[in-house]
């Protein structure tokens, strides 16, 4: 009796020891892992969602989470081809392909924040570095959109050929000192121009204002002139005379003659 349950105790003991489990919630992919032996490496592929069940002494449950993240990186310089110095703060949105999980383990033993901090990492600053030499400063900023799709397009791609997803990509792109000086005093020169542009429609405008005004005062005064004929100067001079005050120097003709 003290036997069988010595060896029913030391079958349990040894199962827990050579059987464990895990549980690969959704989002994630399990991977499979030999520690030791010919064996050593992946086994079996990607493993589906759910309850794993491994030996601990010689195995291993790697998890992989295969929804989009964000990497939020450090800035670095990069020169342009002219050699002028640009800061770059770059965030990189990424996930792990579906099913490459375990090739990625294979080839770089690392997890993905390890490979986040590391190959992701040394992909976009080495992307930065070779697409940034075939552009001028004059280039990069008159050409910012072709700039910047090349950038996208081939980190894309050379990331893809690694089992990752781009999301967006966002540079934080910063230009030297000079070049930002230079872009301050273009845009500052612009808004004067475009003050004194103003101030001369304004004063045109003014202008106009008065010219109108002067053509319909000396129009008003040609007709005034025109319609005043000498009658009708005497009767204003009559309209005007009190009857009383008497008349000198140059009253109207038809008035000399009255006593």
């Known amino acids: 009796m003290k036997k069988s349950l010595f060896f029913m105790m030391l079958a349990v003991l040894v199962m827990s020891m050579t059987s464990c489990s895990e549980r690969i919630d959704a989002g994630y992919e399990g991977i499979l892992v030999k520690q030791y032996g010919s064996e050593k490496g992946v086994q079996n592929a990607t493993l589906v969602t759910g309850r794993v069940w491994y030996n601990p002494m010689t195995e291993d449950v790697i998890e992989y989470p295969i929804f989009f993240q964000t990497a939020d990186y450090e800035p670095f310089t990069v ?72 950038v996208t397009d081939i980190l894309t791609t050379e990331l893809e050929k690694e089992g990752f997803d781009v999301g ?27 003050q004194k542009e103003n101030e001369l429609r304004l004063a045109k405008a003014d202008a106009d204002i008065l010219v109108t005004r002067a053509k319909g005062e000396a129009e008003a005064n040609n007709i005034k002139q025109r319609t005043l004929t000498p009658l009708i100067i005497q009767q204003m001079f009559i309209d005007k005379w009190d009857g009383k005050t008497a008349l000198y120097g140059n009253s109207p003709s038809f008035m000399k003659n009255v006593n």
Request: charged fraction near 30%; charge should be positive.
């Open 79 to 150: 020169n342009a081809k002219d050699g002028s110095i640009f800061d770059v703060d770059p965030m990189l949105n990424y996930r792990v392909k579906t099913g490459k999980s375990p090739e990625i383990f294979v080839k770089y033993r690392k997890d993905v924040k390890e490979l986040e901090s590391t190959v992701l990492l040394t992909y976009i600053k080495d992307v930065f570095k070779n697409v940034f030499n075939e552009y001028t400063t004059d280039d990069i900023l008159s050409k910012r959109t072709e700039f910047d799709k090349k």
């Open 168 to 194: 967006p990509l966002t540079f934080g792109l910063r230009y030297p000192e000079s070049v930002t000086d230079a872009i301050n005093a273009k845009n500052t020169a612009v808004q004067r121009a475009q």
